[in-house]
Every structure is written in C-alpha cells, then in structure tokens.
C-alpha cells in the first residue's frame, strides 16, 4: 500500500439495485449509468486521493463499469455495477486484496439521527421539494429520516428499505462525514422502511469508527 494512513471507511455491495434508488442515482452520477436489478458495490476511504488509485483497480479487474468517483474534504468514494453479480464481487475482492485488507476491516456504520415525521405539513413539504433530486414530497405523507456515518452505507441502508417497502425517495446524500436520506409513503410503509434500514446497518461487520 502507498499510504500507511490508509482507511477503509465503507465497503458496502448491494445485490439488487431497486427501481427508486436507481432513478435517483441516474439523476447525480457523471460515470456509467446503472438500472434497476444490477448490482452496485460502494467503497469509501480516506485519505480521499487514494480513491484514484483503487477506482483503477477495480475497473481494470472485470466488465464492472464505474459510476461514481468522489474526492470530497475528507475522503473519496467510488461505486462499480453490473448486470453480472459475480463480476461486481469479484472487482470488489480484488480491491480489497490489492490494499491486503478484508472487508471487515471497514469502519461499522452507526446511525446518528433517525426520526419519522407524520403528516407533513404543506410549507415543510415545499421547503424540502426544493432540496430534492427525486420524488416530490406530498403533504400529510409521512416522512423518514436517516443519518449514518460513514456516508456511503446510506446507499445500503436505501436500497434495503425499497426492499421491504412500498416508499417514494426523496433525496439521498452520500458523501462527506454523514449520508442522510429522505423516504415518503405512508407511517405503515415508513414505519416498516425504517426497521428495515435498522436492521440491514447492524448486519454489517466492521471496526468501530
């Protein structure tokens, strides 16, 4: 390795793109353009220039094309996806034996703030339409509010709640100290999204951060 500071932050694969994830996505990449059902995998680290030379190793491994290549104050962030499942996990574990690291040697994500606000009201609704890259929030729906860190498992924490919800994405942030998203529907579904989120982050190995 070229830098004995180096962190692995996030290390997060996603199996199966779902459809309101990948349409908010399709909004904020300048890579390659992902759909719906392919797999994604997210890494984060820090310092964040190391994300060029990673970036480098995981799309010279297999067909896996990348979306997504970040340097931010802190740290960097890169995404790669496929169709084929196995190409994205294979680029993901030749990075990894590149760096000589695992993936459990990723930072374990914590949730900082996770809130459901009921029957939003019509002003609060058009200050956040504002804000947002994908549906618009309609009054009186509930919305669901999460805060982790690192940023990047927010993708993760996304994707698994479409999973087991019925839910209208808002906004995603996923790079920086905190990724934050914002999910509508209604308090059943929001309800149902957020324990989903929950349980899906406290899956994930790692250090403490």
Not at 16 to 24: C, D, G, I, T
Not at 44 to 50: R, S, V
Not at 73 to 90: C, D, I, K, P, T
Not at 93 to 106: F, N, P
Request: net charge negative; proline share 3%; hydrophobic share 45%.
């Amino acid at each position: 390795m070229s830098s004995t500071n180096f962190q692995l932050r996030v290390y997060c694969y996603l199996d199966r793109m779902q459809s309101e994830l990948a349409a908010f996505v399709g909004t904020i990449t300048q890579g390659d353009l992902l759909v719906e059902g392919m797999a994604s995998l997210y890494v984060e680290m820090a310092p964040g220039n190391e994300v060029f030379r990673t970036v480098d190793i995981a799309v010279k491994a297999t067909e896996a094309k990348p979306g997504a290549q970040v340097v931010e104050r802190e740290f960097g962030m890169f995404e790669v996806h496929s169709h084929n499942q196995a190409a994205v996990l294979e680029s993901g574990r030749i990075v990894l034996d590149r760096l000589d690291l695992r993936k459990e040697d990723r930072i374990r994500p914590k949730i900082f703030s996770s809130n459901l606000i009921t029957r939003v009201d019509p002003y609060q609704a058009q200050l956040l339409n504002r804000w947002r890259r994908g549906s618009m929030l309609v009054p009186s729906e509930t919305l669901f509010v999460l805060e982790v860190a690192p940023a990047a498992y927010i993708m993760y924490a996304a994707n698994e709640a479409e999973k087991k919800a019925n839910i209208k994405l808002i906004h995603v942030t996923s790079v920086g100290r905190f990724g934050r998203m914002w999910m509508s529907g209604t308090e059943s579904e929001m309800v149902t999204a957020r324990d989903a989120a929950a349980q899906a982050l406290d899956t994930i190995e790692g250090i403490e951060g």
